[in-house]
């Protein structure tokens, strides 16, 4: 069966991935800071019968990551990495002018420094794959400006950057970098805690990221509006 690691998985995206991969069939390594969020959101996923390894930490902590790869190479090996932890680096979001520039550091500690730690970890299993594949969650803030969205848009450009170029550098594997807009989650209300427009559910955009997986077009970036508009 296919095996997966996915950072973020407590809550939101990472968490509606994982319980659709999982009712799929795939085997699961779950990744997020909080366990007792973790830990319930494994209990459900892993109802749909598969195996369901849940590992509280933070993907910025090296050792972290030695775990999350150890764990899928326990469940046989690793044919999906992704990348969905974030943190925004001001809560709330602030103009550059006032961006605490270790607010700053930490967004690009998580958001690429540590996806690309996960990545080099990853590789070896990654590309032993048939279908090795690679995901980063991206923002529509890496490549529009948007006020007070400069330092966590900044880290998402990074991570488009490391991502295409890994693309490039790694042409047995699939690499995608997914825009999968707005959405209602804790982040989003975190970030614009005033906003009160409403958005759309996680669970509704991943159907985008299981076309990808279905279709395996080139590696690249794409936005999961388009994706699940194309025919």
Request: proline residues 6%; aromatic residues 4%.
């Amino acid at each position: 069966m296919p095996v997966a690691i996915i950072t973020g998985a407590s809550k939101g995206l990472g968490r509606a991935l994982a319980d659709a991969l999982a009712g799929r069939g795939w085997d699961l390594v779950l990744d997020a800071r909080g366990a007792e969020t973790l830990t319930e959101a494994a209990g459900v996923v892993s109802a749909h019968g598969r195996r369901v390894t849940a590992l509280p930490g933070d993907v910025t902590d090296p050792s972290h990551r030695g775990e999350l790869v150890a764990a899928a190479r326990k469940l046989g090996g690793l044919d999906l990495l992704v990348s969905n932890a974030s943190a925004l680096g001001a809560e709330p979001l602030v103009r550059l002018a006032g961006l605490p520039l270790e607010g700053l550091r930490r967004a690009l500690e998580v958001n690429v420094v540590a996806a690309l730690g996960l990545v080099q970890e990853a590789l070896p299993m990654l590309r032993a794959s048939e279908a090795g594949a690679v995901i980063t969650v991206s923002s529509d803030a890496a490549a529009e400006a948007y006020e007070t969205w400069g330092g966590y848009g900044a880290s998402k450009a990074a991570l488009d950057h490391l991502a295409a170029v890994l693309g490039e550098e790694e042409p047995g594997l699939r690499v995608w970098a997914v825009d999968p807009g707005d959405m209602a989650t804790d982040l989003y209300a975190v970030a614009v805690p005033e906003d009160e427009d409403p958005r759309p559910e996680p669970v509704t955009v991943v159907p985008a990221f299981l076309r990808l997986l279905d279709a395996r077009p080139a590696s690249g970036r794409y936005g999961a509006v388009a994706l699940m508009e194309s025919p």
